[in-house]
């Protein structure tokens, strides 16, 4: 099994004790495919959330030798050492496309993705993962052949907890040259990050 590689991300949490996010959403318009990239290779771009289970809600935008697609998708932990995949349904896409992102918390422990493209709603899932204490973007190859991923930006980012947490801000991290900011006008319930920059980046 060969690991994954990641490229440059913005993240968040864990949340303060009793608090969940709630609902986010974030928007990105995709990028050229990777240049340079080896045969097979597999890009991803997404933007999830962990969970109190240990789940990872993941809305996809993959980019698999030249052509995108965009899903909903989970993985789910079903153990220590195992995990499932719990995928909606995929559309093709293409660069330049507008995709949107959103998570909301439904029922006791279920979340609902709902991934737009253009405007419309493409594929949605709903998967029951407890409560979402983190939250992050990132840009995935499946190898280490994935050449060199244009920049691209997520934008009108938002995230609602279940209660305000005015401390959640300082546990943002950066990292491979990403830039964003939070901000909150209801004492840290809802943060505004607006815009995730994310350069050029060869893995």
């Known amino acids: 099994m060969v690991d994954a590689a990641f490229g440059p991300y913005f993240s968040?949490?864990?949340?303060?004790s009793g608090v969940y996010i709630y609902s986010s959403t974030a928007t990105v318009t995709l990028p050229n495919s990777p240049s340079g990239a080896g045969s097979g290779y597999d890009l991803s771009l997404w933007v999830g959330m962990g969970t109190s289970l240990g789940d990872l809600v993941q809305s996809i935008t993959d980019n698999f030798n030249s052509g995108w697609?965009?899903?909903?998708?989970?993985?789910?932990?079903?153990?220590?050492?195992?995990?499932e995949?719990?995928?909606?349904?995929?559309?093709?896409?293409?660069?330049?496309?507008?995709?949107?992102?959103?998570?909301?918390?439904?029922?006791?422990?279920?979340?609902?993705?709902?991934?737009?493209l253009n405007g419309v709603a493409v594929s949605t899932l709903t998967t029951n993962d407890g409560k979402a204490l983190g939250w992050g973007s990132a840009v995935e190859c499946a190898a280490t052949n994935c050449g060199t991923v244009a920049a691209h930006q997520w934008t009108n980012v938002k995230i609602v907890l279940s209660a305000a947490d005015p401390n959640y801000i300082n546990t943002m991290g950066l990292a491979g040259g990403a830039t964003a900011s939070m901000t909150t006008v209801d004492g840290g319930k809802t943060w505004n990050i607006g815009t995730i920059s994310i350069p050029k980046f060869k893995f």
């Open 12 to 16: 968040t949490g864990p949340t303060a």
């Open 85 to 116: 995949v719990i995928q909606g349904p995929s559309k093709s896409a293409k660069a330049g496309d507008v995709v949107r992102v959103d998570y909301q918390y439904v029922a006791t422990d279920n979340y609902k993705q709902t991934v737009y």
């Open 69 to 83: 697609s965009v899903y909903a998708y989970t993985l789910k932990s079903t153990g220590p050492n195992s995990q």
